[in-house]
């Protein structure tokens, strides 16, 4: 386990460098807000349907091979970055690639290392479990957007600033490197000497359909202030430095991975369901306030606010899934769940960067807020009847 986690934190510092300079890089290269989102599109569409791939052939491959793949392409991922401006070619390495402008858990990785994790511990400590696992990418995360204000340093210093981000996507194709070597060194999985059965999903099949569609919802609202559009939008309305928002960032993801443990602690007193719910819609009120922030520190205040509360529901989902299904199912319903939220989640930022282009900058915070806040209600009335295994 400690090889996966080791994997995750390496990971997502990358994740969280990439997702602040993201829009700095590509505006650089002289790319419109509109353009931007469409890169962010692109990367998160195409991390979705290599996560439904892997959904489909996870039963029957070794997922630590299926790891090492993913992080190879981390590796390719970071020096094409290094080498490609085209925007056309741009769209097809973000597409191609493992690029996450969210910064988050849209990733190719996270359902192959949600079904390793849910086996190796007790129901009563999965969401513990699940907490950690969060936790541990989120402070890498923090670490990773502080990170992002070293080539503005360099550049202090002389360096040129687009070389100096350059650099770091190389990198992020060395810690794409630093995965491998940390994936190599899972156990090989015994591969199952019958046929697969053809449906990798059985009796939990329409829960799993249900909470999909809901997590898509969630998904979309989301993907109107991914990280990189966020940061985006700090730079336009307030005129935000580089070096500053890198440190906002790192709060942000410290408040984030600090609240994953409260989340684990909170659900064993009021439930999954509840902690999900009650955390999540004062967030979302965090973020719609926001918008009418007149002032840059009021809007920083309010935002990590909302970081302190929004992802408390991030190991408590992971969890609530695992629970609800079967353990031969727990493969498919990590990937099933993740791929519409990816699929959904990279319909947005396209449309939150014409809404930027057009000058309607706090639009996508009050979409994004009030679609938050219908999905809590809707989830919270489907499923507060269906509890898992610890809490009945």
Same mark, same amino acid.
């Given at each position: 386990?400690?090889?996966?986690?080791?994997?995750?934190?390496?990971?997502?510092?990358?994740?969280?460098?990439?997702?602040?300079?993201?829009?700095?890089?590509?505006?650089? @290269?002289?790319?419109?807000?509109?353009?931007?989102?469409?890169?962010?599109?692109?990367?998160?569409?195409?991390?979705?349907?290599?996560?439904?791939?892997?959904? &489909?052939? #996870?039963?029957?491959?070794?997922?630590?091979?299926?790891?090492?793949? #993913?992080?190879?392409?981390?590796?390719?991922?970071?020096? =094409?970055? +290094?080498?490609?401006?085209?925007?056309?070619?741009?769209?097809?390495?973000?597409?191609?690639?493992?690029?996450?402008?969210?910064?988050?858990?849209?990733?190719?990785?996270?359902?192959?290392?949600?079904?390793?994790?849910?086996?190796?511990?007790?129901?009563?400590?999965?969401?513990?479990?699940?907490?950690?696992y969060s936790m541990i990418g989120a402070l890498s995360a923090a670490c990773g957007a502080l990170a992002a204000a070293?080539?503005?340093? !360099?550049?202090?210093?002389?360096? /040129?600033?687009? %070389?100096?981000?350059?650099?770091?996507?190389?990198? *992020?194709?060395?810690?794409?490197? +630093?995965?491998?070597?940390?994936?190599?060194?899972?156990?090989?999985?015994?591969?199952?000497?019958?046929?697969?059965?053809? =449906?990798?999903?059985?009796?939990?099949?329409?829960?799993? *359909?249900? !909470?999909?569609?809901?997590?898509?919802? /969630?998904?979309?609202?989301? #993907?109107?202030?991914?990280?990189? @559009?966020?940061?985006?939008?700090?730079?336009?309305?307030? /005129?935000?430095?580089?070096?500053?928002?890198?440190?906002?960032f790192f709060w942000s993801g410290l408040l984030s991975a600090f609240s994953f443990p409260v989340a684990a602690w909170?659900?064993?007193?009021?439930?999954?369901?509840?902690?999900?719910?009650?955390?999540?819609?004062?967030?979302?009120?965090?973020?719609?306030?926001?918008?009418?922030?007149?002032?840059?520190?009021? =809007?920083?205040?309010?935002?990590?606010?909302?970081?302190? !509360?929004?992802? %408390?529901?991030?190991?408590?989902?992971?969890?609530?899934? &695992?629970?609800?299904?079967?353990?031969?199912?727990?493969?498919?319903?990590?990937?099933?769940?993740?791929?519409?939220?990816?699929?959904?989640?990279?319909?947005?930022?396209?449309?939150?960067?014409? @809404?930027?282009?057009?000058?309607?900058?706090?639009?996508?915070?009050?979409?994004?807020?009030?679609?938050?806040?219908?999905?809590?209600?809707?989830?919270? +009335?489907?499923?507060?009847? @269906?509890?898992?295994?610890?809490?009945?």
């Amino acid at each position: 386990m400690i090889y996966l986690l080791s994997a995750r934190a390496v990971r997502d510092f990358g994740d969280g460098f990439v997702a602040v300079l993201l829009p700095v890089y590509l505006t650089a @290269l002289g790319y419109s807000p509109f353009e931007v989102g469409a890169i962010a599109t692109s990367a998160l569409l195409g991390s979705a349907l290599l996560t439904l791939a892997i959904g &489909m052939i #996870g039963g029957r491959h070794d997922r630590r091979r299926l790891l090492l793949a #993913g992080a190879s392409l981390m590796v390719a991922t970071g020096v =094409a970055f +290094t080498l490609v401006h085209e925007f056309a070619l741009l769209l097809v390495v973000a597409f191609a690639g493992t690029i996450n402008p969210s910064a988050g858990s849209v990733s190719i990785f996270v359902p192959l290392e949600h079904a390793v994790l849910s086996g190796e511990v007790a129901d009563r400590s999965r969401t513990r479990m699940f907490a950690h696992y969060s936790m541990i990418g989120a402070l890498s995360a923090a670490c990773g957007a502080l990170a992002a204000a070293i080539p503005a340093y !360099l550049a202090y210093v002389g360096v /040129d600033l687009l %070389m100096a981000i350059k650099a770091m996507f190389v990198l *992020y194709a060395l810690l794409g490197v +630093t995965g491998c070597l940390l994936y190599a060194r899972l156990p090989r999985r015994a591969m199952p000497t019958s046929p697969v059965h053809s =449906a990798a999903l059985g009796p939990s099949r329409h829960i799993v *359909y249900r !909470l999909a569609a809901l997590f898509s919802l /969630d998904a979309f609202a989301g #993907g109107f202030v991914v990280q990189s @559009l966020l940061a985006l939008w700090l730079f336009e309305r307030f /005129d935000l430095s580089l070096s500053a928002a890198s440190l906002f960032f790192f709060w942000s993801g410290l408040l984030s991975a600090f609240s994953f443990p409260v989340a684990a602690w909170l659900s064993r007193h009021v439930g999954l369901i509840n902690t999900m719910v009650f955390t999540h819609i004062p967030s979302s009120v965090c973020l719609i306030l926001t918008a009418f922030a007149p002032t840059l520190p009021l =809007a920083l205040s309010l935002l990590l606010v909302r970081a302190a !509360l929004s992802q %408390m529901d991030v190991p408590t989902r992971s969890s609530y899934v &695992m629970a609800v299904v079967t353990e031969a199912e727990r493969p498919a319903a990590a990937s099933f769940t993740a791929v519409p939220r990816s699929l959904a989640a990279a319909a947005s930022p396209a449309l939150a960067g014409a @809404l930027f282009a057009a000058s309607f900058q706090a639009l996508p915070l009050l979409i994004c807020g009030a679609l938050k806040i219908l999905y809590d209600l809707l989830l919270l +009335t489907q499923f507060r009847r @269906l509890k898992p295994p610890e809490e009945q």
